[in-house]
Each structure stands twice: as C-alpha cells, then as structure tokens.
C-alpha cells in the first residue's frame, strides 16, 4: 500500500534560518508528488509539484523541494524562513489515479 | 471568484444524530473529494467522485455516505454508525483533464463538526 511519511511533526525555527522538511513515501510505480501548505486560518494550497523533468522544482514564496528517486524522497527546502512561512505543511503522492496519499503534516513555527 | 464553499464552518451534533455537510464548487471541475483531518494523522480519504451520479469509498468510508446528483455540489453524510465522527472535514475538486495536472486538488476552507 502506499504511504507517506514525514520525519518531523514539529519544527520551530528563527526567522532567517534554513528549513528543510523530510519526506519519504512507499510506492513502485510512477509517482506524481506534492507539497502543500496551509496557513492558520486560510485553505490548504498547493506549494509546488513534481510530475515529471528536473527533479528540483520551485513553488511559491521561495520554497523548493527535490524529488531522489533512488531515496523514495521529496524534501522541502527554503534558504531562509520568514514568520509568515508559519503553518503546516503537508507532503502528498499521487500513483496516477484519483487517491492522493497525505502524509501527517509537519507544523512549522517561525520566530520573530 | 472561482473556488469551493463548504458550509457550516462550525457544526455540532449530538451523539446518534445524522448529519450533512455542504460542498459546492465553481471550478467546473469533474472530481471531488472529501478528507478527513486528524491532529497527527494527516488528511485521510472518506469518498470521492470522478464524475456526476459516480463516487468510490476511500480508506474510511465507513459511517459516512455520498451524493453527487450535479457537478458543483458533493454533500457529505455523517452517520450515527460513524463511532468517532469529532474532526475536521476537508472538501476539495480536482480537474480530470490535460493530463497529471488532474491530481492537483483545490480545497475549501473545511467544516468542524463537534458530536456533544
């Protein structure tokens, strides 16, 4: 069965440090791979993608996730949080179908 | 303004009472979903929908129930026979065509259903 799996449940940084958020999923086949994020208060938005191509994608405000095959990962990295980078981010695969597998979210906290 | 609207955003229910919340969508997207979120536990698949009077169970179907009569609307059922119905619930739509881009899914702001 597929699964999802991210390394850290919670993660508080200061502002200006880099983050990088694991995940790793189960799966054999072709895999379509996704960050989101969701912002207190607001709807869950999708960050970025990988579907295919460079394995290093970019997404919104900074952030940048890379897909190792080889790894079964697709880490999300930013070179520099910002306070409003606060919120829970979710790393999701897709094998091609309708079910999107979600991982439990990591709670990111940026202090001022 | 294109998006997905679930209604209420707070709800409560007594215990073996059924309950229904709304989710209507404006993308003219074909899929629907509804999730499940849980603290430490991610968003979990209850059904979904790949088109209009079709859905399938997800991996927690059980004590919840469907309907997909239009294209905008996917109102989700809780049963009584859901033990354990106190969470979040997430709605959200997906394209079906042009190829990956399907699996992107758009979501609403969520429904808190409370059982008392």
């Known amino acids: 069965a597929q699964s999802v799996s991210q390394h850290n449940h919670h993660v508080i940084l200061s502002e200006a440090a880099s983050l990088e958020l694991g995940c790793n999923y189960s799966y054999g086949g072709t895999v379509n791979l996704f960050w989101y994020v969701q912002y207190p208060g607001q709807h869950l938005q999708l960050l970025l993608k990988y579907f295919s191509g460079d394995p290093l994608v970019k997404g919104i405000k900074g952030f940048e996730a890379e897909f190792i095959k080889s790894k079964f990962s697709f880490n999300l990295r930013k070179p520099s949080v910002q306070w409003s980078d606060t919120a829970e981010y979710f790393c999701a695969v897709n094998g091609g179908g309708f079910k999107t597998i979600f991982g439990a979210g990591t709670r990111l906290f940026v202090k001022a | 303004d294109g998006g997905i609207t679930q209604s209420p955003k707070y709800l409560f229910r007594k215990e073996g009472q059924n309950v229904t919340l709304s989710c209507e969508q404006n993308?003219?997207?074909?899929?629907m979903y509804w999730y499940r979120q849980d603290p430490g536990q991610g968003l979990r698949l209850i059904y979904y929908?790949?088109?209009?009077?079709?859905?399938q169970k997800g991996d927690i179907a059980e004590g919840y129930s469907v309907s997909r009569e239009k294209k905008e609307s996917f109102p989700l059922t809780v049963t009584s026979a859901q033990k354990n119905p106190t969470a979040f619930y997430l709605c959200?739509?997906?394209?079906?065509?042009?190829?990956?881009?399907?699996?992107?899914?758009?979501f609403g702001p969520g429904t808190r259903l409370t059982v008392l």
């Open positions: 929908s790949q088109i209009v009077n079709d859905f």
């Open positions: 993308l003219n997207h074909d899929a």
């Open positions: 959200a739509s997906s394209p079906t065509s042009g190829g990956p881009v399907y699996n992107e899914q758009f």
